[in-house]
């Protein structure tokens, strides 16, 4: 077990964060390059450090937001992650909390934002976007109940979301901008290596996230759904590999359920894990994709 005193936790974390928010606005504004000079070769670099420091934002961004981090301003530090993955920061704000209070049931609005469906054809459907479009797909959807029931729709703000367009179109626009002015490139040569970033860091997350919960509805109470999250096992060297490139996510996420009041997630095998935690390989994961592309779930 690691011993990890309480004054390195945050400041580890502090500079890590600057660096990867640092980091990733370079990214932005060279990417565009690198696609015209390397064409498809770019993949390469847009899966590393493009995928890889989209994936660190989101880990930060879902820590600001449980303010795990003492030594900064977290509530700033949450929207400003948000807008600069492109979110709005409104969304994941409402539909986090059930994701904890309902987690491995259709009442968790981040995960299955339309609830259960029923249509056998229409849930293939549902689970092919999900698995090919990742996060895109679900945040979406979970905007549009948001913004339709009844309930939810009373804490979604419009000067919140026209707060966050207005972020995002300076940041995403002013390094685009910049871009254009420094390496001559077009709108298109800004706007397709900017989605493929996206979409791949999109499916980077989910899959993390479908290995966690996907096909998982679970009927019980709170502790015994939370102890049922998976967990990806670091086994072989795809599963080490894609837990490199999502910053642990999927290592130790039950812990992050069971005692959501601990920070582990950068420090693993640091906490002792329940006796009945489940672990999972890729072989494994690919059982639970066929199953939801099979309607099964
Ligand atoms: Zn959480
Ligand atoms: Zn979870």
Known sequence: MKDI????????????????????????????????????????????????????????????????LSSIHNKFFYLLLSWMMFLDHQVFSIAHPSHHSQVNTYKDIEFHPLGK??????????????IILGNIFTVILATYTI??????????????????????MMIWGGIGYSSHLIFQVTTAQIVIPYVITCWMGSLAVHHSELIEHGNLIIE????????????????????????????NHSLEH???HVSPKIYNRPFAYANMMPDETVYISFGEYLIILKEMLTGKF
């Open 5 to 68: 005193t309480k004054s390195q936790i945050p400041n580890q974390q502090t500079i890590q964060i600057l660096f990867a928010s640092f980091t990733w606005l370079i990214y932005l504004l060279f990417v565009p390059y690198v696609y015209v000079q390397l064409k498809i070769f770019s993949l390469f670099f847009i899966i590393f450090p493009g995928v890889y420091l989209f994936c660190w934002l989101a880990v930060f961004m879902h820590e600001c937001w449980h303010e795990y």
């Open 117 to 130: 469906i029923k249509n056998h054809l229409l849930r293939v459907i549902y689970n092919f976007c999900e």
């Open 147 to 168: 913004t339709h029931q009844p309930q939810l729709k009373k804490q979604y703000s419009h000067q919140q979301l026209i707060i966050s367009i207005l972020m995002r």
């Open 220 to 247: 019980g109470k709170l502790e015994e759904r939370n102890l049922k999250t998976r967990n990806l096992k670091p086994s072989g060297i795809w599963e080490r590999l894609f837990l490199f490139i999502t910053h």
């Open 254 to 256: 039950s812990l992050h």
